[in-house]
């Protein structure tokens, strides 16, 4: 079925599909992300109290993303799967790079790699980005709050604060990514295609 990225398969993104997920599973797997991962799906409670909330968007936001994209057929189960990836990600290089401004920046190059080996991973979504005046808008207002959050002094769990703003922030993250990626308004055009207006 004909949709908006093409017809059928394309070569050159799974070419791109399958450099990201090698690079993934060989930056993951050794450094052992993917382990916590799996123990923090089972059992999140036990290791973060904003766990069940990640992953609760995480799951919501890759089946939001395949119905969106139902009509590219198997294509729409990859570019779904790197939105979870994406938004999570986003909040992640973030958060974890925000402390250099407080001097309590305790990061190493091997965390820097596995940052990157997840936004490699969610950038497999890219045929559903839009940019435009919503996306645009989107990021402006998530960006305004993490730099309110910089200004209050960074503040982290366990305190109100911290709790307000990792929580709101992962949020606008999971928002900023899926106004990214949803459908816009759509016409059909006798005698055309389905496009996007």
Do not use: C, H
Not at 74 to 95: D, H, K, Q, S, T
Not at 96 to 116: A, C, K, V
Not at 144 to 152: D, M, Q, S, T, Y
Request: aromatic share 22%; net charge positive.
């Amino acid at each position: 079925m004909k949709n908006r990225f093409g017809n059928g398969l394309n070569l050159n993104y799974l070419v791109y599909f399958a450099v990201a997920l090698v690079t993934f599973f060989a930056v993951n797997i050794p450094t052992g992300i993917l382990n916590f991962a799996f123990r923090s799906a089972i059992s999140p409670l036990s290791q973060d109290t904003l766990f069940p909330l990640t992953y609760s968007l995480a799951i919501f936001s890759f089946l939001v993303s395949l119905y969106w994209e139902r009509n590219a057929g198997i294509m729409a189960v990859l570019y779904a799967m790197g939105i979870p990836f994406l938004w999570v990600i986003f909040f992640e290089i973030l958060w974890q790079n925000s402390f250099i401004f407080f001097g309590t920046f305790t990061d190493n190059i091997t965390s820097e790699i596995i940052l990157f080996s997840w936004f490699f991973l969610g950038t497999i979504s890219y045929p559903m980005w839009k940019t435009d005046k919503y996306s645009i808008t989107s990021f402006l207002v998530f960006s305004a709050g993490w730099v309110l959050w910089l200004i209050f002094g960074y503040p982290q769990m366990p305190s109100s604060l911290g709790y307000f703003f990792n929580v709101s922030l992962k949020v606008g993250a999971f928002f900023t990514i899926m106004v990214l990626a949803m459908p816009r308004k759509w016409k059909t055009q006798p005698g055309s295609e389905i496009i996007e207006t």
